[in-house]
Protein backbone atom coordinates (compact mmCIF):
# COMPACT_ATOMS: atom_id res chain seq x y z
CA UNK A 1 0.00 0.00 0.00
CA UNK A 2 1.77 3.26 -1.07
CA UNK A 3 -0.54 6.69 0.39
CA UNK A 4 0.29 9.96 0.65
CA UNK A 5 0.06 13.10 2.41
CA UNK A 6 -3.25 13.52 4.54
CA UNK A 7 -6.67 11.99 4.43
CA UNK A 8 -9.49 10.17 6.27
CA UNK A 9 -10.09 6.17 6.51
CA UNK A 10 -13.42 5.68 7.63
CA UNK A 11 -13.84 2.51 9.14
CA UNK A 12 -16.96 -0.16 9.73
CA UNK A 13 -18.90 -0.93 12.83
CA UNK A 14 -16.30 -3.56 14.00
CA UNK A 15 -14.04 -0.56 14.71
CA UNK A 16 -10.68 1.33 13.63
CA UNK A 17 -8.47 -0.93 16.38
CA UNK A 18 -7.21 -3.58 13.05
CA UNK A 19 -7.17 -1.22 10.18
CA UNK A 20 -5.36 1.37 12.43
CA UNK A 21 -2.56 -1.60 13.62
CA UNK A 22 -2.17 -2.49 10.05
CA UNK A 23 -1.87 1.39 9.07
CA UNK A 24 0.51 1.86 11.48
CA UNK A 25 2.60 -1.49 10.69
CA UNK A 26 2.48 -0.20 7.36
CA UNK A 27 4.57 2.43 8.30
CA UNK A 28 1.48 5.63 7.95
CA UNK A 29 1.47 8.25 10.49
CA UNK A 30 -1.71 7.83 12.33
CA UNK A 31 -4.43 9.22 13.72
CA UNK A 32 -7.26 7.52 15.33
CA UNK A 33 -10.60 9.30 16.86
CA UNK A 34 -12.23 7.13 19.70
CA UNK A 35 -14.80 7.40 22.11
CA UNK A 36 -13.33 7.56 25.55
CA UNK A 37 -14.93 5.00 28.17
CA UNK A 38 -16.69 6.64 30.84
CA UNK A 39 -14.64 5.06 33.70
CA UNK A 40 -11.58 6.63 34.16
CA UNK A 41 -9.06 3.90 34.72
CA UNK A 42 -10.40 2.06 32.01
CA UNK A 43 -9.91 4.89 30.06
CA UNK A 44 -6.62 5.40 30.40
CA UNK A 45 -5.79 1.99 30.29
CA UNK A 46 -7.57 1.35 26.66
CA UNK A 47 -5.44 4.28 25.82
CA UNK A 48 -2.33 3.12 27.14
CA UNK A 49 -2.66 -0.09 25.21
CA UNK A 50 -3.33 1.47 21.81
CA UNK A 51 -1.23 4.39 22.04
CA UNK A 52 2.43 3.21 21.26
CA UNK A 53 0.48 0.48 18.30
CA UNK A 54 -2.39 2.44 16.83
CA UNK A 55 -0.74 6.06 16.79
CA UNK A 56 -1.99 9.17 17.71
CA UNK A 57 -5.01 8.56 20.16
CA UNK A 58 -7.84 11.61 19.53
CA UNK A 59 -10.49 11.18 22.41
CA UNK A 60 -14.19 12.70 21.10
CA UNK A 61 -15.36 15.76 22.63
CA UNK A 62 -15.67 19.17 21.88
CA UNK A 63 -12.12 19.53 20.94
CA UNK A 64 -11.98 16.34 18.83
CA UNK A 65 -12.81 18.58 15.34
CA UNK A 66 -9.68 20.51 16.07
CA UNK A 67 -7.12 18.23 16.86
CA UNK A 68 -8.09 15.91 13.82
CA UNK A 69 -7.79 19.22 11.60
CA UNK A 70 -4.53 19.56 13.18
CA UNK A 71 -3.58 16.23 12.46
CA UNK A 72 -4.58 16.08 8.98
CA UNK A 73 -2.54 19.61 8.47
CA UNK A 74 0.22 18.06 9.72
CA UNK A 75 0.04 15.76 7.48
CA UNK A 76 -1.08 12.24 9.64
CA UNK A 77 -3.94 9.79 8.17
CA UNK A 78 -6.65 9.99 10.29
CA UNK A 79 -9.39 7.05 11.02
CA UNK A 80 -12.89 7.13 12.57
CA UNK A 81 -16.23 5.19 12.74
CA UNK A 82 -18.47 6.77 10.67
CA UNK A 83 -21.62 4.58 10.90
CA UNK A 84 -23.15 5.88 14.13
CA UNK A 85 -26.35 7.53 14.49
CA UNK A 86 -26.19 11.31 15.37
CA UNK A 87 -28.91 13.17 15.64
CA UNK A 88 -27.62 16.45 14.78
CA UNK A 89 -26.36 14.76 11.56
CA UNK A 90 -27.00 15.15 7.80
CA UNK A 91 -29.76 13.03 6.47
CA UNK A 92 -28.59 10.18 4.55
CA UNK A 93 -30.27 6.93 3.01
CA UNK A 94 -28.74 3.69 4.41
CA UNK A 95 -30.67 0.31 3.04
CA UNK A 96 -33.73 2.18 2.01
CA UNK A 97 -34.17 4.31 5.74
CA UNK A 98 -33.28 7.62 6.25
CA UNK A 99 -31.09 8.20 9.22
CA UNK A 100 -28.53 10.49 10.14
CA UNK A 101 -24.51 10.54 9.86
CA UNK A 102 -22.25 12.49 11.55
CA UNK A 103 -21.16 15.21 9.25
CA UNK A 104 -17.61 15.89 10.64
CA UNK A 105 -15.46 13.73 8.26
CA UNK A 106 -16.98 15.26 5.41
CA UNK A 107 -17.13 18.73 6.65
CA UNK A 108 -12.83 18.62 7.80
CA UNK A 109 -12.51 16.88 4.36
CA UNK A 110 -13.85 20.07 2.77
CA UNK A 111 -11.85 21.68 4.90
CA UNK A 112 -8.22 20.36 4.50
CA UNK A 113 -9.43 19.27 0.83
CA UNK A 114 -8.30 15.71 1.31
CA UNK A 115 -9.11 11.88 -0.28
CA UNK A 116 -11.39 10.08 2.02
CA UNK A 117 -10.64 5.84 1.93
CA UNK A 118 -12.83 3.47 3.22
CA UNK A 119 -10.76 1.03 5.44
CA UNK A 120 -12.35 -2.39 7.29
CA UNK A 121 -11.39 -5.45 8.35
CA UNK A 122 -12.86 -9.26 7.04
CA UNK A 123 -12.69 -11.83 9.03
CA UNK A 124 -11.53 -15.19 7.46
CA UNK A 125 -10.91 -19.19 8.47
CA UNK A 126 -8.61 -19.86 11.21
CA UNK A 127 -8.82 -16.48 13.03
CA UNK A 128 -7.30 -14.15 10.15
CA UNK A 129 -8.28 -11.20 8.86
CA UNK A 130 -7.91 -9.42 6.05
CA UNK A 131 -7.56 -5.36 5.95
CA UNK A 132 -9.07 -3.64 2.90
CA UNK A 133 -8.73 -0.64 1.40
CA UNK A 134 -11.09 1.31 -0.73
CA UNK A 135 -10.95 4.37 -2.29
CA UNK A 136 -10.28 7.19 -2.87
CA UNK A 137 -14.41 7.61 -2.15
CA UNK A 138 -15.31 10.27 -4.94
CA UNK A 139 -16.72 13.14 -3.01
CA UNK A 140 -19.68 15.22 -4.52
CA UNK A 141 -18.71 18.90 -5.11
CA UNK A 142 -20.87 21.56 -5.34
CA UNK A 143 -20.92 24.81 -7.73
CA UNK A 144 -17.92 26.24 -5.89
CA UNK A 145 -15.99 23.28 -6.06
CA UNK A 146 -15.90 22.30 -2.48
CA UNK A 147 -16.86 19.18 -0.93
CA UNK A 148 -20.58 18.77 -0.85
CA UNK A 149 -21.57 17.97 2.64
CA UNK A 150 -24.38 15.93 2.87
CA UNK A 151 -23.68 14.56 -0.57
CA UNK A 152 -19.98 13.39 0.76
CA UNK A 153 -21.75 11.61 3.93
CA UNK A 154 -24.03 9.76 1.09
CA UNK A 155 -21.28 8.67 -0.76
CA UNK A 156 -20.12 7.32 2.17
CA UNK A 157 -22.64 5.69 3.83
CA UNK A 158 -23.31 3.66 0.02
CA UNK A 159 -20.02 2.79 0.56
CA UNK A 160 -21.12 0.64 4.23
CA UNK A 161 -23.97 -0.66 2.38
CA UNK A 162 -22.30 -2.19 0.40
CA UNK A 163 -20.11 -3.73 2.51
CA UNK A 164 -22.71 -4.83 4.69
CA UNK A 165 -24.41 -6.44 1.63
CA UNK A 166 -21.17 -8.03 0.58
CA UNK A 167 -20.47 -10.12 3.90
CA UNK A 168 -23.58 -9.69 5.70
CA UNK A 169 -22.44 -12.06 8.53
CA UNK A 170 -19.95 -9.89 9.46
CA UNK A 171 -21.85 -7.00 10.84
CA UNK A 172 -23.82 -6.70 13.96
CA UNK A 173 -25.10 -3.12 15.06
CA UNK A 174 -25.89 -3.07 18.75
CA UNK A 175 -26.97 0.40 18.52
CA UNK A 176 -30.06 1.87 16.89
CA UNK A 177 -29.65 3.35 13.71
CA UNK A 178 -32.64 4.53 12.90
CA UNK A 179 -34.71 6.60 14.72
Known amino acids: MQV ?4 FGLAEASGCEVPALAARGGGLDFAVLYRRPNLGAVADAVAELRDGSMGTMI ?3 PDA ?9 AGQHVAML ?5 G ?10 RCRANPMLARLARHI ?22 GPIEMPRGADGRIDIAGAMQAITSVIEGWVREHPDQWLWVHRRWR
Open 82 to 86: VDQHY
Open 113 to 134: DCPIYGTRAIRLPDHRLQVDLT
Open 65 to 73: PFRIARALE
Open 59 to 61: AGG
Open 88 to 97: LGVEVTFFGR
Open 4 to 7: SGPQ
